[in-house]
């Protein structure tokens, strides 16, 4: 059922520290970042973090690790790679669900808000719980599904234009910044795939080597699995690596209704 308000436990309260930039800091920018530690009784709170940008790197995750290094070594978030390509540093920055890694604070304000990806349960500080998240891609079987036999002497080939069919869904870092960000999820997420796993599912719809196809579209023929997309293209809008989720989602639905007839 639809919740309009948080729950009480988990509503931000006015508790937050406030970390002030050493005197004589000239380039200072501000940094209020969404914090929350299951081990405590304590809701949510807002630290604030007044960084000279004079002595730390560009991006946002920059900041993150310098406040984790030198100020407050608690302060919890996923990355890896720093280059987007893991996808594991996705967040919530100044409202919009992008990558801390390839987020340049020169582009925002003065005052930056940071929070984990919305409508998700959270772990800890900026870390999501993607549990559900990754069940759903789980469920597309995101595997080659054949029958033929693979020739004995080479790999199974492909043209390069069915090769190119697959490029762009393939470079899917399954960051979730999309599903995060679509209103429909939001909602559903226990029932509608959501645009990461039905970008991952056209993936291997249009693999011409993948011989599952009729299965693979009979799993999602269904209200809430793929049809709960109102092409609102808020994931779109959200897709860090420029994919466009919801135009893959718009031909999963075409293929259904040109199999129909
Ligand atoms: S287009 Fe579909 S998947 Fe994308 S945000 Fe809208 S409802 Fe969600
Ligand atoms: S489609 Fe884009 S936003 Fe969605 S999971 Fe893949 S890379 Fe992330
Ligand atoms: S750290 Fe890997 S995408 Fe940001």
Same mark, same amino acid.
């Given at each position: 059922m639809v919740a309009f308000r948080l729950p009480a436990n988990s509503r931000i309260d006015r508790s937050g520290r406030v970390f002030k930039a050493a005197p004589g800091a000239k380039d200072v920018r501000t940094f209020r970042i969404y914090r929350f530690d299951p081990e405590s009784n304590d809701n949510p709170r807002i630290d604030t973090f007044e960084i000279d940008m004079a002595t730390c790197g560009p991006m946002v995750l920059d900041v993150l690790i310098k406040v984790k290094n030198? &100020? +407050? $070594?608690?302060l919890t978030f996923r990355r890896s790679c720093r280059e987007g390509i893991c996808g594991s540093c996705a967040m919530n920055i100044d409202g919009i669900n992008t990558l801390a890694c390839t987020c340049a604070c020169s582009g925002l304000g003065a005052e930056v808000r940071i929070y984990p990806l919305p409508h998700m349960p959270v772990?800890? +500080? /900026?870390? $999501? +719980?993607l549990t559900n998240f990754y069940a759903q891609y789980a469920s597309i079987r995101p595997w080659l599904q054949t029958r033929t036999p693979a020739p004995p002497d080479r790999e199974r080939l492909q043209s390069k234009e069915e090769q190119e069919k697959i490029n762009r869904p393939s470079?899917? &870092? /399954? *960051?979730a910044c999309c599903s995060a960000s679509c209103p429909s999820y939001w909602w559903n997420s226990d029932r509608y795939l959501g645009p990461a796993a039905l970008l991952q599912a056209y993936r291997w719809l249009v693999d011409s080597r993948d011989e599952a196809t009729g299965e693979r579209l009979d799993a999602l023929d269904d209200a809430f699995r793929l049809?709960? *997309?109102?092409? &609102? /293209?808020n994931c779109t809008e959200a897709c860090p690596k420029d994919l466009n989720p919801a135009l893959t989602i718009a031909e999963i639905k075409k293929m259904l209704a040109e199999r129909e007839h």
């Open positions: 030198e &100020i +407050d $070594p608690t772990i800890k +500080d /900026l870390v $999501p +719980d470079a899917c &870092i /399954l *960051c049809y709960r *997309c109102h092409t &609102i /293209l």
